[in-house]
């Protein structure tokens, strides 16, 4: 769908950030409240851990 580009464009990151791009971070966030019905950002990593074969083949 593009969503990443669409907010790297409009939410610039200053030149510290390290990692995924914020987009990503976005990006697998709302997968994670979509498909766990919970939004608590605390239990991302572990899900995303879970799933880092599908992760990282988005990108």
């Known amino acids: ?7 790297e464009k409009h939410f ?3 030149g510290n ?3 995924l791009s914020l987009g ?3 990006v697998v966030w709302l997968c994670h409240i ?3 019905q919970d939004h608590r950002l605390i239990y991302v990593q ?3 851990e ?5 992760v990282r ?3």
Not at 1 to 7: A, D, E, N, T, V
Request: glycine share 10%.
């Open 12 to 14: 610039p990151t200053h």
């Open 50 to 54: 879970k799933r880092r074969q599908t």
């Open 34 to 36: 979509i498909s766990q």
């Open 24 to 26: 990503w971070v976005i």
């Open 57 to 59: 083949g988005c990108y």
């Open 46 to 48: 572990e899900w995303v």
């Open 1 to 7: 769908m593009g969503l990443q580009k669409l907010i």
């Open 17 to 19: 950030w390290q990692g």
